[in-house]
């Protein structure tokens, strides 16, 4: 089994932190994007000065045809050690006029995309009796967040999937586990009116991409390998 992790959504915010801690860790990285090439290509640059390679994988997780067509070659050669599915979009809106393709496109993205991604690697991981999977759920997905039914469901579900995954496989020496970021400093959240929900934060801040990072670096290594079927909270107190 190849040192090499997949992460989705893998050009910005969350996911550019987590491929480039990845890459510090040692691992060369499969990086997935969906339309933005000119930040796919920065972050393979920044994983690239760090003396780990990177091959840039565009297509959308929400697609079962692009997603597997993408994947399946790139298995003929290596299989990942690990994988960490963080893609997801945000429709925001009041449940009773959210229009029908606001909610699919969410729940396809998050939790149709584990689907699309997850389960073609699953297989040669099993065959290898090794691996490591990460999923980015949310805060949302723990608590439920008004204006965003569709958003957490998707992570909910997620969080379903990774104690039912890690179940089925454990056997087989494969981890699965999930993190559950809060209020993470990215493009997603610069519009949260923060005086609002700083208040409800014990630790009183944002937390940031890199940590959201350090708790999926620390997942994927040698100090996590008892640890499955859990969810790890970055959140600065905000769900306990």
């Not at 790139?74 to 229009?99: C, E, K, S």
Request: contains cysteine; hydrophobic residues 40%; glycine residues 12%.
């Amino acid at each position: 089994m190849e040192n090499i992790v997949l992460v989705t959504g893998g050009s910005r915010g969350i996911g550019a932190a987590i491929c480039k801690r990845l890459a510090k860790d040692g691992y060369d990285i499969w990086l997935n994007f969906y339309s933005n090439s000119e930040k796919a290509l920065k972050i393979k640059k920044d994983i690239e000065a760090l003396g780990r390679s990177c091959q840039l994988l565009q297509f959308d997780c929400s697609n079962f045809d692009e997603s597997r067509n993408t994947i399946e070659p790139m298995l003929q050669d290596a299989i990942p050690y690990g994988v960490v599915h963080n893609a997801g979009i945000t429709r925001d809106g009041i449940f009773a006029m959210m229009p029908k393709h606001e909610w699919q496109q969410v729940i396809e993205t998050s939790l149709g995309g584990f689907y699309n991604v997850i389960q073609p690697i699953i297989k040669p991981m099993m065959r290898a009796r090794k691996g490591r999977i990460v999923i980015i759920s949310s805060v949302s997905g723990q608590t439920g967040q008004a204006g965003q039914v569709n958003y957490s469901a998707a992570k909910a579900g997620l969080i379903g999937a990774v104690k039912a995954l890690a179940r089925e496989v454990a056997k087989r020496n494969i981890l699965v586990n999930g993190v559950a970021p809060g209020l993470i400093e990215t493009d997603m959240t610069k519009n949260v009116p923060l005086e609002h929900v700083l208040p409800l934060i014990p630790l009183g801040r944002q937390g940031t991409a890199d940590d959201v990072a350090g708790a999926v670096s620390f997942l994927l290594g040698e100090d996590a390998k008892y640890i499955t079927g859990q969810i790890i909270g970055v959140n600065g107190g905000l769900y306990m």
